[in-house]
């Protein structure tokens, strides 16, 4: 049983697919929900694996050790977290400052971003996203999201939402971006060149807002566990993540 990060899901999902298929008889089951929704199963025994778009945090951790089965963590892609927008809106570039603005409710109208006199909408993941996390601790600085904010289930609700709003901003891991929705370049800051979330931009650390994306075991895995995380990081895997809009890991565990 796997189960977490909503941004992994996909790619959770092929990898599980290819590797059944190379493994006749294996089953391997594939569930997102959020990254926290992954620890929660480890710490509980209900899951084999726990995939995250974020570190396991001391909570986690503490509680795994507590249980005689500390958190092992492997890396196995890299993604970008992508700011979307609705197609016709003009802006199609931002600092990480206006949008830390934008989302903690400091700018609440497009036209304060170079975009129309429209009053902004935010959407986000839910509280037990890793992404939610992420885009929380990297862009905001640890502040609050804006009251506004509509918290919703999934990626994919996500770009439905963005892609029928057109006063929208949301975030989506990059292999999720679609023709329905734009995707913005980001500044690291001021003085700084926008740029895109690409394959390019990933790997040459470019892009400001790119990310590992984890499998944890809670103490070492079993054998079918790991080898089903060697699968996701060998040549075949690694071309599983490429085709589904990811980057290979740099290394492994």
């Known amino acids: 049983m796997v189960r977490g990060s909503d941004t992994l899901v996909n790619l959770s999902a092929a990898w599980a697919e290819a590797f059944m298929e190379a493994n ?18 480890l710490i509980e025994g209900s899951v084999d694996l726990a995939t995250a778009s974020r570190e396991v ?7 795994l050790i507590d249980r005689g089965r500390p958190p092992v963590e492997y890396v196995v892609a890299v993604d970008a977290v992508t700011m979307i927008v609705h197609p016709s809106n003009p802006v199609r ?14 700018v609440t109208n497009w036209a304060d971003v170079g975009g129309p006199d429209l009053a902004i909408t935010i959407y986000s993941r839910e509280t037990s996203s890793g992404t939610y996390a992420f885009v929380r601790e990297r862009v905001m600085g640890n502040k609050d999201y804006a009251a ?6 999934s990626t994919y609700a996500i ?23 734009v995707a913005l370049k980001v500044a690291a800051d001021e003085a700084s060149e926008p740029v895109e979330a690409t394959v390019e931009n990933v790997t040459s650390g470019a892009y400001p807002l790119a990310r590992n994306l984890y499998i944890y075991s809670a103490g070492e895995p079993g054998p079918l566990a790991k080898a089903f995380i060697e699968f996701c990081t060998s040549e075949t895997g690694r071309a599983i993540t490429e085709e589904i809009g990811f980057v290979p890991p740099a290394g492994g565990r």
Do not use: H, K, W
């Open 24 to 41: 006749p008889g294996v089953q391997v089951s594939v569930s997102g929900g959020g990254s926290s929704t992954g620890f929660a199963g």
């Open 57 to 63: 945090n001391d909570f986690e951790r503490q509680a």
């Open 93 to 106: 570039e931002l600092t990480m400052s206006q949008l830390a603005d934008i989302l903690t409710g400091q």
């Open 148 to 153: 506004s904010a509509r918290l919703l289930p």
């Open 159 to 181: 770009i439905e939402a963005v892609a029928q709003d057109r006063a929208g901003i949301g975030y989506v891991g990059m292999g999720y971006v679609t023709d329905a929705v």
